[in-house]
């Protein structure tokens, strides 16, 4: 139902809202071969525990449809779904499905790195990566569900983006 993932541990505690550490949570069911024990999903969730080496975060594998009341609190939906939450309780970050493995271990690198003031600590090198902004997030999101869309049908969207002032066209295929 719901367990820690642990290097040393196997106990099974229950993630509590006022906690000194943060969490990441894995919501998994057992019908989902790639986050059931072994699989691809859980094989990076422990990995990502067995990394964490500041020691300010837990990593907890919840059984969705087993542990209602978290699924329910946290709105999880599909599986996987991680949840990282601060040392009081709060989201801090959602990543639906594991497709996008340096997001999940960027977020989990990011949560390790606050402090239990919840503000981010200094990151140990600069880096001279670009910045994504709220705007491009949403950008990003918008196109992956037209690709989405467009490739569950036989369609043609073409788009006018009215900040650039550029035509985007989308081609569905045939299904």
Known sequence: ALSKSSPSSTTTPTPTPQSTKHSVLLFWASW????????????????L?????????????????VVTDLSVKYNVTIVPTFILL?????????????????RITQAV???????????????ATS??????????K?????????????????IIIITHHHKR????KHIGKTT
């Open 32 to 47: 989902h071969e790639p986050s059931s024990e072994g699989g691809h999903v859980d094989t990076i969730f422990r990995a």
């Open 49 to 65: 525990a067995d990394n964490e080496s500041s020691g300010n975060v837990q990593f907890y594998r919840v059984e969705a449809e």
């Open 86 to 102: 601060d040392t009081t309780g709060t989201v801090i970050d959602r990543i639906e499905g594991a497709d996008d493995v340096s």
């Open 109 to 123: 690198t990011a949560l390790s790195q606050r402090n239990n003031n919840n503000t981010t600590a200094p990151p």
């Open 127 to 136: 880096s001279s990566s670009p910045t994504i902004t709220n705007e491009t």
């Open 138 to 154: 949403e950008e990003s999101t918008l196109e992956k569900q037209q690709q989405h869309y467009c490739s569950s049908c036989n």
């Open 165 to 168: 002032n550029k035509r985007r």
